[in-house]
């Protein structure tokens, strides 16, 4: 068939069929935490992106320093040669990360990043294996998909997967003794270091601080203590996975922050470079240094325009009061909900920090009821999460402002009504 019959064959897309649908919307125009779609109708978008357009769409700064670089010249390889931006962003990296992490490698994706924390890890230490939590996400590459256990989904049909990760329980945020549920996930963490793989077998655990796509969950500070031990007594890294609770999502640069811990290693990306696919691995020089030269890269890793976009961000989100407002929002946003919540007992949790805030239903079939109704007649997009799909999930661009909170909150109201 030549070129011009398939384009005109008929109305089937030439997409491929491998990508599912929120919305069937398509959209010409981003402005801040507003898309417009072909029709000239406007969306309150709080999918972000999921959880990536940290400074709204089409920042003009970053949307300026894109466009500047892109004039200077679009890739530069960094085996190649180094261009002028990886450094001022590896500084600005190392000031803002935590602890003594100083040290940076670049690439384009979260799974990519995840994947070279776990091949770092094993460099460093030698060791083989791999622990991860239950519910966790960390990207759809072979291992990453070997490392995510949110959803059957993800996995499903790719077997045989790589071997040598092992899965950990992560503490119920819906048990009623969360002191209780903590030990018992950690007795089997002890369980799995007995009966699977030995300490000596083990290079890393990687955690999500705050669960992502397995539903908002943020991890107890006794839980994240617990392994923090774990991993000092028996030399095993702690990667936390940072992809999507990074970058001020939860109102704190990195959600580490918010129990004054240090990982050995760090993900970031997402909400890193506004959209711009960027992903950075943090960690300590003297870890760095058993990185074997030339034995991970990548063609475009430390892409100059995702360089200047991370840049940019970063300036946008350390300025005076930025993280106030994620702050405020995020409050103005769970006390609307636990409002609602105290209305509608279908509401089973409201948590999450900052502005990742998950509220917990009793039905998935109502959560999607809700988020339909939300994008119909609300004009808000909304996403869920969970492993059974019962957390509506709540990820607004950082730079949402009290109006466009209310707009949501009203816009779920109804939808709860409607649907009860
Ligand atoms: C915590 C976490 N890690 C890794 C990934 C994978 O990122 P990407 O989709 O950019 O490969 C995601 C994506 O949602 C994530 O949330």
């Given at each position: 068939?030549?070129?011009?019959?398939?384009?005109?064959?008929?109305?089937?897309s030439?997409l491929?069929?491998?990508?599912?649908?929120?919305?069937?919307l398509?959209?010409?125009?981003?402005?801040?935490?507003?898309?417009?779609?072909?029709?000239?109708?406007?969306?309150l978008?709080?999918?972000?992106?999921?959880?990536?357009?940290?400074?709204?769409?089409?920042?003009?700064?970053?949307?300026?320093?894109?466009?500047d670089?892109?004039?200077?010249?679009?890739?530069?390889?960094?085996?190649?040669?180094r261009?002028d931006?990886?450094?001022?962003?590896?500084?600005?990296?190392?000031?803002?990360?935590p602890?003594?992490?100083?040290?940076?490698?670049?690439?384009?994706?979260?799974?990519?990043?995840?994947?070279?924390?776990?091949?770092?890890?094993?460099?460093?230490?030698?060791?083989?294996?791999?622990?991860?939590?239950g519910?966790?996400?960390h990207?759809?590459?072979?291992?990453?998909?070997?490392?995510?256990?949110?959803?059957?989904?993800?996995?499903?049909?790719?077997a045989?997967?790589?071997?040598?990760?092992?899965v950990?329980?992560?503490?119920?945020?819906?048990?009623n003794?969360?002191?209780?549920?903590?030990?018992?996930?950690?007795?089997?963490?002890d369980?799995?270091?007995?009966?699977?793989?030995?300490?000596?077998?083990?290079?890393?655990?990687?955690?999500e601080?705050?669960?992502?796509?397995?539903?908002?969950?943020?991890?107890?500070?006794?839980?994240?203590?617990?392994?923090?031990?774990?991993?000092?007594?028996?030399?095993?890294?702690?990667?936390?996975?940072?992809?999507?609770?990074?970058?001020?999502?939860?109102?704190?640069?990195?959600?580490v922050?918010?129990?004054?811990?240090?990982?050995?290693?760090?993900?970031?990306?997402k909400?890193?470079?506004?959209?711009?696919?960027?992903?950075?691995?943090?960690?300590?020089r003297?870890?760095d240094?058993?990185?074997p030269?030339?034995?991970?890269?990548?063609?475009?890793?430390?892409?100059?325009?995702?360089?200047?976009?991370?840049?940019?961000?970063?300036?946008?989100?350390?300025?005076?009061?930025?993280m106030?407002?994620?702050?405020?929002?995020?409050?103005?946003?769970?006390?609307?909900?636990?409002?609602?919540?105290?209305?509608?007992?279908?509401?089973?949790?409201?948590?999450?920090?900052?502005?990742?805030?998950?509220?917990?239903?009793?039905?998935?079939?109502?959560v999607?009821?809700?988020?339909?109704?939300?994008?119909?007649?609300?004009?808000?997009?909304?996403?869920?999460?969970?492993t059974?799909?019962?957390?509506?999930?709540?990820?607004?661009?950082l730079?949402?402002?009290?109006?466009?909170?209310?707009?949501?909150?009203?816009?779920?109201?109804?939808?709860l009504?409607?649907?009860?």
């Amino acid at each position: 068939m030549s070129a011009i019959s398939k384009a005109t064959a008929g109305n089937e897309s030439h997409l491929s069929n491998v990508w599912f649908n929120v919305t069937p919307l398509e959209v010409i125009h981003g402005s801040g935490c507003w898309v417009t779609s072909v029709g000239g109708e406007e969306y309150l978008d709080f999918a972000a992106g999921i959880a990536v357009n940290s400074t709204g769409h089409a920042h003009p700064a970053v949307a300026a320093a894109i466009a500047d670089q892109a004039k200077r010249f679009i890739h530069a390889q960094v085996n190649v040669f180094r261009h002028d931006l990886l450094e001022p962003l590896a500084t600005k990296l190392a000031e803002l990360a935590p602890g003594r992490i100083d040290t940076f490698f670049f690439a384009n994706s979260g799974a990519e990043i995840t994947e070279a924390a776990v091949k770092l890890a094993k460099q460093a230490t030698k060791r083989p294996h791999i622990i991860v939590f239950g519910g966790s996400f960390h990207g759809r590459t072979h291992m990453t998909m070997a490392m995510t256990t949110s959803k059957t989904g993800y996995r499903a049909g790719y077997a045989p997967l790589p071997s040598g990760v092992f899965v950990a329980p992560f503490p119920d945020p819906l048990a009623n003794d969360q002191a209780a549920e903590v030990a018992k996930a950690l007795q089997g963490l002890d369980h799995i270091l007995k009966s699977l793989t030995s300490p000596e077998e083990t290079a890393a655990m990687i955690l999500e601080p705050v669960l992502g796509e397995g539903g908002y969950m943020q991890a107890p500070a006794a839980f994240i203590a617990g392994l923090a031990q774990r991993c000092r007594q028996h030399g095993i890294l702690f990667i936390a996975d940072e992809v999507q609770s990074g970058f001020g999502r939860t109102g704190k640069m990195f959600a580490v922050d918010h129990y004054g811990f240090e990982p050995d290693i760090i993900c970031m990306a997402k909400g890193i470079a506004s959209g711009f696919p960027f992903s950075a691995l943090g960690t300590r020089r003297e870890l760095d240094d058993k990185w074997p030269k030339g034995s991970h890269g990548g063609t475009y890793g430390g892409n100059a325009m995702g360089c200047a976009a991370a840049l940019a961000t970063i300036d946008i989100l350390t300025a005076p009061g930025f993280m106030d407002n994620v702050n405020a929002r995020g409050e103005q946003l769970r006390h609307g909900l636990r409002e609602l919540q105290a209305e509608y007992s279908t509401i089973t949790q409201v948590r999450g920090p900052g502005l990742m805030v998950g509220t917990e239903f009793d039905d998935p079939a109502r959560v999607s009821a809700i988020i339909k109704h939300c994008l119909e007649e609300g004009h808000l997009i909304l996403m869920n999460a969970g492993t059974y799909g019962k957390c509506v999930r709540w990820m607004p661009p950082l730079v949402v402002n009290e109006r466009e909170i209310d707009l949501a909150l009203a816009a779920f109201g109804a939808a709860l009504k409607a649907t009860a």
